[in-house]
């Protein structure tokens, strides 16, 4: 085949030649039956899929052309600044078949594998003579063509303050995908009213593995227009890292921060944390063992059909004979209500716009209609949730400055309202017009972490965030999303995100945090009640309270 920026359609059996409706399955369902679906065909091939919700417009993304797994290396007896630090980056690349799959393995900075990620995109657009350009408008805001996948918290703030020494997470810092291959929901030809998957192609040159491809598919299709897709899962049960107590002591020495004039705003979260046994979720119901090798996945219909937030994702990284030299079997599952970034490319004038969305000030959704009003017109009229915003919006203009067009950042909505299955959220929104030649990915990069989940100042906010919090963040409060190869992309803020690492003992821990941002006027028992607030109900569901 030969390479197009463009899908391009294959000859199948299935629906309309490249095209299933797998029992008419929402994302979040079709998944974990896909993926053990995958396994039980292939257990060696490197699938590694990838979901991103995007705003309800879902892709599935499945066997990367080149895929980025990038490992802390142990850090060494003296101190070393963000240059001479270096991450194992474990590149898989695809072969003609599984068996012929390559691995390569380096010691590169954090900096040294960004512009590997830009130079790989730039030798893409520029190869895609047609390449189609993304269009200023909200409906073209999807995955086409290019990379898919997270920056976590810790690789990220230890960048913007390597001598404080933070602490990184035994697990993948960073993974991307060169998804040249994945399934879109489209709307059918036949009929309009109904959603089928589309497998969508880019420059998947071997025949014979696709043919193989379209029939694992197929024969999923025929399997859920027959069989019961219900699942049974065991109750998982997350507790609270922190009593009360720690909490209440890490405000305090919050407090004594800001009142020194350290920051002038702090965003402080604690962890809840439990085990899953992999033996025992039921897995898909398609008559398989009832091992689970993604045992956080299982949990992913329920958690989404309850929270139906916009930037919700997964991915995981299977330990299979490819990846003989991982640890831990990694899992991330987003909730996530918040943009970080859109980037759209304007094809009239050849610029990039940037979008984002920050939220700060957080109020819980009422028992009934009237208290529900009550509670969201508590939250306009908040002084305090309102200077939390404003402090956050003009730490991103000013990220956004050092890229921007001189002029071009702008604030056009601020102290909006948007409501969620279980809170209101404040939430305001910055545009930008990037700098000519300025890639979307050192924006990405260079922006993270994001203002919203550390503080401001940024740097100052980080180190104390690891002082206090005193363990990792892993992925939560990175970034999970994609980039089209013309610089066009949409990425999610990880909060409510859970993270699940099974080791080779097969015993599965599972994280999941919350906080807020603290500032002088903050109370303790007020910041307290809204972490619990922002995730009881992923907790009341993982529960099955």
């Given at each position: 085949?030969?390479?197009?920026?463009?899908?391009?359609?294959?000859?199948?059996?299935?629906?309309?030649?490249?095209?299933?409706?797998?029992?008419?399955?929402?994302?979040?369902?079709?998944?974990?039956?896909?993926?053990?679906?995958?396994?039980?065909?292939?257990?060696?091939?490197?699938?590694?899929?990838?979901?991103?919700?995007?705003?309800?417009?879902?892709?599935?993304?499945?066997?990367?052309?080149?895929?980025?797994?990038?490992?802390?290396?142990?850090?060494?007896?003296?101190?070393?600044?963000?240059?001479?630090?270096?991450?194992?980056?474990?590149?898989?690349?695809?072969?003609?078949?599984?068996?012929?799959?390559?691995?390569?393995?380096?010691?590169?900075?954090?900096?040294?594998?960004?512009?590997?990620?830009?130079?790989?995109?730039?030798?893409?657009?520029?190869?895609?003579?047609?390449?189609?350009?993304?269009?200023?408008?909200?409906?073209?805001?999807?995955?086409s063509h290019g990379l898919i996948g997270f920056i976590g918290y810790d690789i990220a703030a230890h960048s913007l303050s390597p001598a404080a020494g933070i602490e990184q997470a035994a697990q993948p810092c960073a993974v991307f995908g060169h998804y040249d291959i994945y399934l879109s929901a489209e709307r059918s030809i036949v009929d309009e009213n109904q959603k089928q998957w589309t497998l969508q192609i880019n420059s998947f040159e071997n025949e014979v593995l696709l043919d193989k491809l379209v029939d694992y598919l197929t024969l999923l299709d025929?399997?859920?227009?027959?069989?019961?897709?219900?699942?049974?899962?065991?109750?998982?049960?997350?507790?609270?890292?922190?009593?009360?107590?720690?909490?209440?002591?890490a405000f305090k020495q919050t407090q004594h921060y800001l009142h020194h004039g350290d920051c002038y705003q702090i965003n402080l979260t604690q962890r809840w944390q439990g085990q899953v046994d992999t033996n025992t979720n039921t897995g898909t119901g398609t008559g398989t063992d009832n091992k689970s090798a993604t045992?956080?996945?299982?949990?992913?219909?329920?958690?989404?059909?309850?929270?139906?937030?916009?930037?919700?994702?997964?991915?995981?990284?299977?330990?299979?004979?490819?990846?003989?030299?991982?640890?831990?079997?990694?899992?991330?599952?987003?909730?996530?209500?918040?943009?970080?970034?859109?980037?759209?490319?304007?094809?009239?004038?050849?610029?990039?716009?940037?979008?984002?969305?920050?939220?700060?000030?957080?109020?819980?959704?009422?028992?009934?209609?009237?208290?529900?009003?009550?509670?969201?017109?508590?939250?306009?009229?908040?002084?305090?949730d309102r200077s939390e915003n404003v402090m956050i919006v003009d730490l991103l203009r000013n990220d956004l400055g050092k890229y921007a067009r001189t002029g071009s950042v702008k604030v056009p909505q601020l102290f909006d309202i948007e409501s969620f299955s279980n809170v209101h959220h404040m939430v305001s929104t910055i545009t930008a017009e990037l700098k000519p030649d300025t890639h979307p990915l050192s924006v990405l990069f260079g922006s993270l972490p994001a203002g919203s989940i550390t503080g401001t100042p940024k740097k100052r906010a980080v180190e104390i965030i690891s002082e206090l919090e005193n363990a990792p963040r892993g992925a939560y409060c990175g970034t999970m999303g994609y980039m089209n190869f013309d610089g066009s992309g949409q990425w999610n803020v990880l909060i409510r995100t859970l993270q699940?690492?099974?080791?080779?003992?097969?015993?599965?821990?599972?994280?999941?945090?919350?906080?807020?941002?603290?500032?002088?006027?903050?109370?303790?028992?007020?910041?307290?009640?809204?972490?619990?607030?922002?995730?009881?109900?992923?907790?009341?569901?993982?529960?099955?309270?």
């Open positions: 085949m030969t390479s197009s920026s463009q899908p391009t359609p294959l000859s199948s059996p299935a629906i309309q030649s490249n095209s299933w409706r797998f029992g008419d399955l929402a994302a979040a369902d079709l998944l974990p039956l896909l993926q053990q679906h995958l396994l039980l065909q292939d257990a060696d091939a490197n699938w590694q899929l990838v979901w991103l919700n995007n705003n309800e417009q879902p892709v599935i993304g499945l066997l990367p052309k080149v895929s980025w797994q990038v490992h802390a290396n142990k850090p060494c007896a003296k101190k070393e600044d963000d240059q001479s630090k270096t991450y194992q980056v474990v590149r898989h690349y695809r072969g003609a078949c599984t068996s012929n799959d390559a691995t390569v393995r380096s010691n590169v900075s954090y900096h040294a594998w960004q512009d590997e990620l830009i130079a790989y995109s730039n030798d893409y657009e520029n190869s895609d003579t047609d390449l189609e350009l993304i269009e200023n408008n909200d409906k073209s805001y999807s995955y025929v399997k859920l227009s027959t069989e019961n897709s219900r699942r049974s899962l065991t109750p998982l049960r997350l507790q609270a890292k922190w009593q009360r107590s720690d909490y209440q002591q045992p956080l996945l299982d949990y992913l219909p329920v958690l989404h059909h309850n929270t139906q937030t916009p930037f919700a994702g997964y991915m995981s990284i299977s330990r299979t004979s490819k990846n003989e030299d991982l640890d831990a079997h990694f899992e991330l599952l987003s909730c996530s209500p918040e943009l970080f970034f859109t980037f759209i490319r304007d094809s009239k004038n050849d610029t990039y716009h940037i979008r984002t969305k920050p939220i700060k000030g957080t109020i819980p959704r009422g028992a009934n209609v009237n208290q529900d009003e009550a509670f969201k017109q508590q939250l306009i009229n908040s002084d305090k699940a690492v099974t080791l080779k003992n097969n015993s599965t821990q599972v994280s999941l945090w919350a906080g807020g941002g603290i500032t002088v006027v903050s109370d303790c028992a007020s910041e307290y009640q809204e972490c619990l607030d922002k995730v009881g109900n992923l907790l009341a569901v993982l529960a099955q309270d």
